[in-house]
């Protein structure tokens, strides 16, 4: 099989033609700018593969959202409401589909990365598990007994409430709840806490910083790991860098828990882990999407 | 189809033979002793009725928990750590398959009743929901894509995290978080705190009750909707009886949200709606749990 895969994120667009994550055929970074501009460049760069490379079986494309996924709705396969100027209401799907001619599979960014990390990157072998991204925003994607979660729209744990924690009067930055899991613990939430970005940071404020992020972030996942039960959660983004972080967060959240439901594996070190595929997970997730989009009755990934 | 159904709860174990909530057979009520002296009055109920109306096809257990739903887990079938004295660490499943001869379909009481009112009352169609139930402790069961999530263990939304409500002092009766979900607004935290069950408060206070619950109510349901993006959440438990409570979550719970992620789904009156097959959810999941027993490939519900 020959597929194309697209990652469409806010500063740049990935587009590969390949097979999986170690048989990358060809690859380009487009600058994300106006939409129809951008669409054009990438329908290019597919329409030049098939002609010098030979036909494609199918494209996924991996999305930042907020993306209409009901395939019964009328705008199908559009981005709908994004706060990023100009791409609101945008279709990404119809125009690839009728340039390229071939079926298109489309999903979050995170679903995405949720479904290339558990093919080929850490929750492979799972079929319930959460791929959380935190970088300068915060966003999931979860997989259910094998499949993603849709539902109505499709999760946006970002946006989670978290406890204050004690004699942090940071307002948060979440322009709709100010202090959810985002406007406490995203890039951008702790640029506007220190007054300059994450790897910026030093000494006792690093320090600090860490420990504070841990908590957020460990206070994030007790209202993940009740709701969904995970077998894993796989935890990527920029701000995972921060030193000596994943320890943390998985003390902090054996704490939080507080011995309910009393799991051993829930304190076990692969339960809470780093991502695998690093910047591959988005263009990985589009692989799966085309490789579930030219089999739609496909069961898990 | 003739099916058996059994609802395992704290009090009493509902027994019954029949096909669906309108076609029940014969039912019958046995107090929850000790483990052995209630499955021994729960095999005979079924030995007899197998004696007299014919063998049945499958038989469905839906339970009080924690279980061990893991097919591959030794403990498979059992219920696992129960608060309930003498109820840790006993086979359900067994004991049953071995008297009875039939597959054994086994879930949590809250699962098998988000699979009653998915196949006959409140959710009819949908193939994303939850079903809460607030009474004397708060639990939920999660469809997803037609699928119950399992994943490890299962969910325990009652232990969710919410915020204090502003002026609030009441402590919370959970022995694990304190101030979870459930320990601010099940039916014991309602008793706890106003000093006498939620039945008998009246005037002021049964105002006051209805709004608090409410606030942490809608609270915990944004901590539902973001994670698991249901189509719809249904609402079962003797709390659900106070006067006036769905259209104060309704609006509370558009507060929550703060307008993100924006779908007008999210503030219809069928997004937030009762149980609809009140004491009968429990037999008629297990009723379902049958279904999937004698059909192990069936898909959805």
């Given at each position: 099989m020959r597929w194309g895969a697209i990652e469409v994120g806010g500063t740049k667009v990935v587009c590969l033609v390949g097979f999986d994550p170690d048989h990358i055929v060809v690859q380009s970074r487009i600058p994300t700018g106006k939409p129809a501009e951008t669409l054009a460049q990438m329908l290019a760069f597919f329409q030049q593969e098939v002609a010098s490379g030979g036909p494609l079986d199918a494209i996924g494309i991996a999305s930042?959202?907020?993306?209409?996924?009901?395939?019964?709705?009328?705008?199908?396969g559009f981005i709908t409401s994004?706060?990023?100027?100009?791409?609101?209401?945008?279709?990404?799907?119809g125009p690839v589909r009728r340039a390229l001619g071939v079926p298109v599979g489309f999903d979050t960014d995170v679903n995405g990365a949720a479904l290339g990390e558990g093919r080929w990157g850490a929750?492979?072998?799972?079929?319930t598990f959460v791929y959380l991204t935190v970088g300068t925003g915060i966003g999931a994607g979860a997989v259910v007994e094998g499949r993603v979660i849709h539902g109505l729209?499709?999760?946006?744990?970002?946006h989670l409430s978290v406890p204050r924690q004690p004699?942090?009067?940071?307002?948060?930055?979440?322009?709709?709840?100010?202090?959810c899991l985002e406007g406490m613990a995203s890039g951008a939430a702790i640029a506007a806490r220190w007054g300059r970005?994450?790897?910026q940071l030093d000494g006792n404020e690093l320090q600090a910083a860490v420990a504070l992020e841990a908590a957020y972030l460990a206070a994030g996942l007790r209202n993940i790991v009740y709701p969904i039960a995970p077998q894993r959660i796989v935890i990527g983004g920029?701000?995972?860098?921060?030193?000596?972080l994943f320890p943390l967060v998985r003390a902090n959240l054996a704490e939080a828990l507080?011995?309910?439901?009393?799991?051993p594996e829930h304190s076990a070190d692969d339960f809470i882990v780093p991502a695998a595929?690093?910047?591959?997970a988005g263009p990985a997730g589009a692989l799966v999407l085309a490789d579930h989009a030219s089999q739609p009755n496909l069961e898990g990934f």
């Open positions: 930042f959202g907020p993306l209409e996924l009901r395939r019964s709705h009328p705008r199908y994004s706060p990023k100027p100009g791409w609101s209401d945008v279709d990404m799907v929750a492979r072998g799972l079929d729209g499709h999760p946006e744990m970002g004699g942090d009067d940071f307002a948060g930055d979440c322009p709709f709840h100010a202090d970005p994450a790897e920029s701000v995972t860098g921060l030193p000596g507080a011995g309910y439901p009393g799991l595929l690093g910047p591959l």
